[in-house]
């Protein structure tokens, strides 16, 4: 883990959407041992690497969609980041270029990747289009009314629903892992939607400004079942969130 996350510099604003900072759900019995309570568990909840879109469309969940030569590259190189550390379990959105970013991880450690549907990408009205600011669909007026509510969103699955099914994956793998570390590999939008989640900060936001590069860490940091920490690191380089269908 190389970077400690810095406050934004916004306000919090609450809304529906909102979840508490201490938002984690225990799994484990009220009476737990005082060494169970004190026990590190680390989940890196990694975005995948750059996916081979030649035309640049929004991907979404459509099938077929692998990692670049690039995208490749980030994955063996957030392997490579982890190596020494302990990762006893590797879980990955259903997706293709997640599974194979898990792949990179999981081979390092002898591990097999699980898959969990909590991870994938957020589901999306403009999949399989261009959307890049100026260009394709949103210039086009019969779009339009998607954008309605950037709340929600209108467009797409609801940040809150996103919420709630990325903190469900944590949850899971920081049980399975306890007293080790686990990866979770899932999408852009679910990780930084989760990360906002967890810090207490509204969840609708400008998608600009997004830190969370292409093959990036977000490392939840628990303490028994409580979560002491958000460490955000680049180990394969950082990645402009302004570029869609990357």
Known sequence: MNERTEPADETTTDTPQDGPSDAVVSDAPAELSADVADTETIVHVMRHGEVHNPK???YGRLPGFALSVTGRSQAAAVGRALADHDITLVVASPLQRAQETAGAIA???ELI??????LIEAGNTFEGLRVAVGDGALRKPRHWWKLRDPFTPSWGEPYLQIAHRMLAAVNKARVEA???EAVVVS??????TLRRFLEGKRLWHDPRT??????????LV???DTLIDIVY???AGESDPRVTGA
Do not use: F, K, M
């Not at 999408?187 to 930084?192: E, M, N, S």
């Not at 997004?210 to 490392?219: G, K, M, N, Y």
């Open 56 to 58: 640049g469309i929004l």
């Open 107 to 109: 081979d390092r450690h």
């Open 113 to 118: 990747v699980r898959t969990d549907d909590n």
């Open 178 to 180: 306890a007293g080790h």
């Open 187 to 192: 999408h852009q939008l679910p990780v930084w």
């Open 210 to 219: 997004r830190q969370c590069s292409l093959a990036s860490l977000t490392s």
């Open 222 to 224: 628990y303490q028994g």
């Open 233 to 235: 690191s680049e180990p």
